[in-house]
């Protein structure tokens, strides 16, 4: 038992740092020519039909140092909430599709990065599991609202503009935290629902 326990953590682990690798390879190979000038969310080339850069405009980055620190949060969260690789890429699909469309809702143009579908992964996992009984994972939810609460009313850090060239879409960190946290809600009500026509059915 003890030995099929650890084959399962090990084959989990693997599976997930595996996942991140690739991922993380792909948004390194969007950041050059001409994939870049392919991906990047782009009102005019949206219009134009090339929808598939609602997803991807969140997988390209203004530089280096951009890519750089999104990927690092990126592997905190899946260090800190240790997801399946399933869990883990259904919610950066519906996250990443969420912070896509939801800026067609404001002034923007052009957006590129993964900051706005990581507030929603940390809001999703953060939730899911206050709501399944881990009290101190609240702290977690309240502190990402208080985060883009903040940036909604004062802006984003000046240090991070300057850093990525280009001004922080706080929009995108609204869109990404609303949009983790109605996911991880349905989500939680979903199961629940499951679980209860199950116990009626016995």
């Known amino acids: 038992m003890s030995f099929t326990t650890l084959r399962t953590i090990s084959r989990h682990s693997v599976n997930i740092y595996l996942g991140l690798i690739l991922l993380s390879l792909a948004c390194l190979g969007l950041q050059f020519p001409p994939f870049s000038e392919l991906s990047a969310w782009q009102l005019t080339s949206i219009e134009q039909g090339q929808w598939w850069r609602i997803l991807t405009g969140n997988f390209t980055h203004t530089n280096f140092a951009h890519l750089g620190m999104n990927l690092a949060g990126l592997w905190v969260i899946v260090f800190l909430f ?3 690789i ?5 919610a950066l699909i519906m996250l990443s599709l969420s912070v896509g469309i939801s800026i067609f809702f404001t002034e923007m143009t052009l957006y590129v990065g993964l900051s706005g579908v990581l507030h929603g992964l ?25 985060k883009v609460a903040w940036e909604q009313w004062f802006g984003a850090s000046m240090m991070t503009a300057e850093l990525i060239q280009a001004r922080v879409a706080t929009e995108a960190h609204l869109a990404g935290t609303l949009g983790g946290l109605t ?9 629940k629902k499951r679980r209860n026509l199950s116990r009626g059915a016995d």
């Open 86 to 90: 399933k869990s883990l890429f259904f």
């Open 122 to 146: 940390f809001a999703y996992f953060a939730l899911l599991e206050w709501l399944n009984g881990r009290r101190s994972s609240l702290w977690l939810v309240l502190g990402v609202i208080a």
């Open 82 to 84: 240790m997801p399946s």
């Open 183 to 191: 996911l991880g809600l349905i989500q939680f009500l979903l199961i």
